[in-house]
């Protein structure tokens, strides 16, 4: 199965990154774009690929051990960016991104002491995706990375880290988005 660790928004932040959202979509050329839907809006700590079934419930064990390790914190959504060139346009963080990308950290050593094999470590860019570039042709995001540099939303308290399962599109039905369905979730410590 398709796995990765996230951090999810709480929903009224989740109702101003749409609001927002509905705003960028606004501005000439956004069909351009694949936006991504909300359900699909969350900062990955660490993706997975695919993981065999076998492996899961020691990938949670230790998953469950690094929330447990690791304090709640503050994060909240803040301006914008994008990789490469028009690939990915994404929102921020603000907040305590050192404990983040700790979390993140943990998440990737997690895995790997599961045997879930992880490619080269990477450092962490917090950020969560609103859209990707058109396919083929690049698309200039600049506008829409210009438009979200005054966005912010509330801050909120992360105290929990979740496994998530995304199902990718089959049906070839153009914007079709993929399905994600949390597999497991862990309170951080100090967190209820």
């Known amino acids: 199965m398709r796995l990765f660790a996230a951090v999810l928004p709480p929903d009224d932040v989740a ?9 960028l979509k606004r501005l000439p050329g ?19 690929g695919e993981v ?3 492996a899961v419930p020691e990938l949670s064990a230790r998953l469950a051990r690094a929330a447990g390790r690791t304090p709640a914190f503050p994060l909240a959504l803040s301006g914008g960016g994008q990789f490469g060139r028009g690939s990915a346009l994404w929102t921020g963080a603000d907040g305590d991104l050192r404990t983040l990308g700790l979390l993140a950290d943990r998440a990737e050593a997690a895995a790997r002491k599961a045997g879930v094999p992880m490619g080269e470590h990477r450092p962490y ?14 698309v200039d995001v600049r506008p829409w990375v210009r438009a979200l540099q005054g ?10 880290l979740v496994l998530i399962r995304s199902r990718l599109p089959r049906s070839g039905v153009p914007g079709e988005q993929p399905r994600y369905e949390p597999v497991g979730r862990w309170p951080l410590g100090g967190s209820g």
């Not at 109702?15 to 705003?23: I, Q, S």
């Not at 966005?151 to 929990?160: D, H, I, L």
């Open 30 to 48: 956004a069909d351009g774009l694949r936006w991504t839907g909300r359900p699909g809006w969350h900062f990955t700590l660490a993706f997975y």
């Open 151 to 160: 966005f912010a939303s509330r801050s909120w308290t992360v105290e929990e």
């Open 52 to 54: 065999d079934e076998e």
């Open 125 to 138: 860019k917090a950020h969560l995706t609103v859209a990707r570039g058109g396919g083929r042709r690049a």
């Open 15 to 23: 109702d101003r990154l749409a609001r927002e959202v509905a705003e």
